[in-house]
C-alpha cells in the first residue's frame, strides 16, 4: 500500500479548488458516469465497480 500526507500539501489546497472550479467551468474536466435503469440492475452495477468494468459514478436510476 502506498501514499502520502495531506498535512504537506494544505498549503496548496485553496489554489487547487480555484484552478479546478475554472477547469470545470471551461469544461476542461468532466465527470464520467453510468446511468444503468431500473432496480434491476443494482447487481450488474455494484459488479462494475469492483471488476473495473466502469470508469467514473455508477448511477442506478428508480422510477417510482
Known amino acids: 500500500m502506498e501514499g502520502f500526507f495531506m498535512d504537506k500539501y494544505f498549503d496548496w489546497f485553496e489554489d487547487f479548488v480555484k484552478d479546478m472550479e475554472r477547469y470545470v467551468k471551461e469544461g476542461k474536466i468532466r ?5 444503468n435503469h431500473g432496480i434491476e440492475s443494482f447487481v450488474d452495477s455494484l459488479g ?3 471488476s473495473s ?3 467514473g ?6 422510477n417510482p
Request: hydrophobic residues 45%; aromatic residues 6%.
Open 31 to 35: 465527470s464520467k458516469h453510468k446511468i
Open 53 to 55: 468494468s466502469n470508469v
Open 57 to 62: 459514478k455508477v448511477i442506478i436510476q428508480v
Open 48 to 50: 462494475s465497480i469492483f
